[in-house]
């Protein structure tokens, strides 16, 4: 039964809202992911209550009627597009169970959004960023091998975490990570994050591994209570380190997780690797997600111009 604080909607949207559910823990969608389509389809729904309209009546009449109402009630833009992707999604479930013959939302065109280029850390802030962190203590050790091996390997933050200790193959000098969608791949593991996550297991995670039970008994990288990090300790260890090298390198005060992430793709890039083989180490589904570095390496070669050449 819906509280009165919640918008009504009718019996035929909470069946739809529920199979499209049901299809995304099926394709194995996040589930942050997954509450935020739930979010995004509940509020169409109430919408398309309100003027007696529902799933199986809607039309891309409808849906420009809604995104015409976003934009006019101050919606970005990057947040109109993500609804119509989110509606586009719920539609496509209702085909697959035969309660509809179209897709509306595919009818329909997303706003267009600015395109904002990563940002890209250099080499070099890089290695004032990871040489900073003293690695003395337990604690120190976990954050250098940690951000060691975000910038070896250009793992999420999400990735990060999900790691057990036998994630690592050093071996094979590899990782096995599951990235989104539950893929699995292996991707390269360079000689400095090796050797910092050789010492955090030799000497640092013993120390905190005596208070870890249960699921996260294996995980690689722990807090000092024993349990397997999360992404918010993630941000906030690398926000801490990161303000502190700012003294020497200013760029780093706001660095975050994604901007090593970045940095990695963009390095590779400008060493000359092959674009298909980012692809793969990043785990992006689409080429087109992984050009964005071509950009960002054509925006730093115009600045470059521009600064240099007596002409330009």
Known sequence: MQGSGEPTITAPWRDALEAFARDLRRRAVAPRTGRAYAIDCGQFAAWATARGRGPAEVDVRDLRRYV????????????????????RGMFASQMALGERAENPAELLSAPKRAQRLPRVLKPAEVATLLDRIPATNPLELRDRALFELAYAAGLRAEELVTLDTASLDFDAEAVRVEGKGGKTRMVPVGEHAARALERWLQAGRPA???????????????????????????????????????????????????????????????????????QELLGHASISTTQVYTRVESERLRHAYVASHPRA
Do not use: C, Y
């Open 68 to 87: 015409a109402s976003l934009s006019e009630s101050g919606q970005a833009p990057t947040t109109v597009a993500r609804k119509l992707a989110s509606l």
């Open 208 to 278: 905190l591994a005596g208070a870890a039970a249960g699921p996260d008994h294996g995980a690689l990288f722990l807090s000092k209570s024993g349990r397997r990090l999360s992404t918010s300790d993630v941000r906030r260890r690398l926000r801490t380190w990161s303000r502190l090298a700012a003294r020497h390198a200013p760029a780093l005060a706001a660095a975050h997780p994604h901007a090593l992430r970045h940095s990695f793709a963009t390095h590779l890039l400008d060493g000359g690797a092959d674009l298909r083989a980012i």
